[in-house]
C-alpha cells in the first residue's frame, strides 16, 4: 500500500509515480494508493496514476489499482473519467477486503467500490468494454 498526503503537484508527480512503480514490483498482488490527506492533486499525478494502471495491466493476472478517497482526489477521479479504468473505496478496510477478482465467490461480504473501473486504457470509446 502507498499512502501520500499534503499537495501533489508537478514538483511530486516524479516520486508519486516511483513510489507506485516500486511497490508494483515489490508486490504480486492489487495496489492500493490512500490519498486521505491529499490537499491538492493535479494532472501531472494523474498521469502517475494512469501510469500506474497501465503497468498493473501488463502483469500477469488481474491487477487493478484501488484508490481510497472520498474527497478532492475521489472528486477529481470521477470527474476526469478515471474510474472506469481504476476502483475507488472510501476506506482504507474496505480497500483491503475487496475480492481480487469479481468472479471470486469465496468472500461474498467484500465490499464493493465505490466506483469499480470498467473500460480498458483507452475508455469507453476505445474498444469493448469487460467485466471485472
Given amino acids: 500500500m502507498v ?12 516520486g508519486l509515480r516511483a513510489a507506485l512503480c516500486q511497490a508494483i514490483e515489490e508486490d504480486a498482488g492489487d495496489l492500493i494508493l490512500s490519498t486521505l490527506e491529499v490537499t491538492l492533486f493535479d494532472s501531472t499525478c494523474l498521469g502517475a496514476l494512469v501510469g500506474a494502471v497501465t503497468q498493473l495491466r501488463q502483469r500477469p493476472g488481474r491487477r487493478v489499482l484501488r484508490v481510497v ?3 478532492r482526489v475521489a472528486k477529481i477521479l470521477r470527474l476526469t473519467g478515471l474510474t472506469e ?11 483491503l477486503l475487496a475480492v ?5 465467490t469465496q468472500n ?12 480498458p486504457m483507452g475508455g469507453p470509446g476505445s474498444g469493448a468494454a469487460y467485466p471485472r
Avoid: F, K
Fill in 85 to 95: 479504468v481504476l476502483d475507488l473505496y472510501p476506506t482504507v478496510d474496505d480497500a
Fill in 69 to 71: 478517497d472520498s474527497g
Fill in 3 to 14: 499512502t501520500v498526503g499534503g499537495e501533489l503537484y508537478v514538483y511530486e508527480a516524479p
Fill in 108 to 119: 461474498s461480504h467484500a465490499p464493493t467500490p465505490v466506483c469499480p473501473g470498467r473500460y
Fill in 100 to 104: 481480487p477478482n469479481s468472479q471470486d
